[in-house]
């Protein structure tokens, strides 16, 4: 059975980073109508604001492995002991695959139970599969290295994956990555109907105070999960991930008049190269965006986080500025999902 989810192209959005830069188009697969105009509005925004600026914090993919000791004392000697060993934990990973590095780890104990959270790079892929291997070959020398220990899990869920958390917001796990961009007092006016100062108000009130009375762990946005599914199942990745990929930030501030807009996200977790990349529409789509080095998988998945970010920052500007006038969402869902017309050039 074939199922088609609807894609379009949106764009072009201009992104700016050090290594990368460049106007691109990209698709986004959804059921919701609206996120096609709410990105391109965006999209239309910033790039006559002079582009989105993005950078990298960091890059790893995680997986946290749990054994048992006899004692909290024996805990903690393996625990302590781990730093002497560096190089040949190091070894381990790296015959696990060529690709995949030790890039940390960090540790918990609670009662005579070990997580050891391993932080790995993994090249051009997002890299659940070979943090796994790696984390399995590790966790088989722990086991030969203190004799003491017991299995319990190859994942303890300190990872922690396709699931809300702290860790992840604090440590990171994918690729981190802000992205923000100045926009001119005027292009809010004409653009955006709205004003800066309306949107900062805003996102304090609704994204920062809002998230804080719901209970949010290391959130605070407006919906970066719509423009992240889209733009995960039109290019391959593993949906799921927009659990732990959704934690982050919404900013924004006035700038002499003008406003000052940015979203971080800590867990953005993509790739160029693994599964799924081999479908039909995975390779259309991955080329349409017209960016991606042949023989440079980690560059590839680096501008795949960049383009993702900047994807996110063009919706939740669009609908930020939509919600600080009454009722233009519903007006604007109402007006987009019941059109006739399958023509989306101008949205």
């Known amino acids: 059975m074939q199922t088609i989810i609807p894609t379009r192209i949106v764009g072009p959005i201009k992104i700016i980073s050090d290594n990368f830069t460049s106007e691109i188009t990209a698709p986004l697969a959804t059921f919701e109508k609206p996120l096609w105009f709410t990105v391109n509005r965006g999209a239309r925004v910033t790039r006559k ?11 790893c993919m995680t997986r946290s492995i749990l054994v048992e000791a006899e004692d909290v004392a024996y805990a903690l000697l393996v625990v302590n002991g781990l730093h002497k060993h560096r190089a040949e934990l190091e070894g381990v990973t790296a015959q696990s695959s060529r690709f995949t590095k ?24 997002a ?67 709205t004003t800066p100062e309306k949107i ?21 946005n407006a919906h970066f999960a719509n423009m992240l599914l889209a733009f995960y199942l039109a290019v391959g990745q593993d949906a799921a991930n927009i659990v732990e990929g959704s934690q982050g930030f919404t900013y924004a501030e006035v700038r002499q008049n003008d406003l000052y807009f940015s979203v971080t996200l800590p867990n953005i977790i993509i790739g160029a190269v693994g599964s799924n990349k081999d479908l ?20 590839n998945a680096h501008a795949l986080a960049f383009i993702t970010a900047a994807i996110v920052l063009c ?10 006038n009454p009722g233009e969402l519903m007006r604007s869902h109402l007006a987009i999902e019941r059109k006739k017309s399958k023509s989306y050039a101008n949205c």
Request: with cysteine; aromatic share 8%.
């Open 102 to 125: 030790l890039k940390d780890w960090h540790t918990q104990i609670v009662a005579n139970l070990i997580y050891i959270r391993f932080a790995f790079t993994t090249g051009g892929a």
């Open 315 to 324: 919706g939740e500007l669009s609908l930020m500025a939509a919600q600080t």
């Open 200 to 220: 900062v108000d805003l996102n304090i009130k609704k994204n920062l105070i809002g998230s804080v009375i719901s209970g949010g762990v290391r959130t605070a």
């Open 127 to 193: 890299g659940h599969n070979m943090a796994t291997k790696a984390a399995e070959m590790l966790q088989k020398w722990l086991l030969e290295k203190f004799p003491k220990l017991k299995y319990v899990s190859i994942s303890g869920n300190y990872c922690v994956d396709k699931k809300n958390s702290a860790v992840n917001g604090i440590l990171g796990r994918g690729k981190y990555v802000i992205a923000d961009v100045l926009i001119p007092w005027e292009l809010c006016q004409k653009e955006l109907k």
């Open 280 to 299: 039909v529409f995975v390779k259309e789509n991955l080329a349409s965006l017209g960016i991606l080095k042949k023989d440079d998988h980690s560059f």
């Open 49 to 59: 604001s002079g582009g989105i600026k993005t950078v990298l914090v960091q890059d």
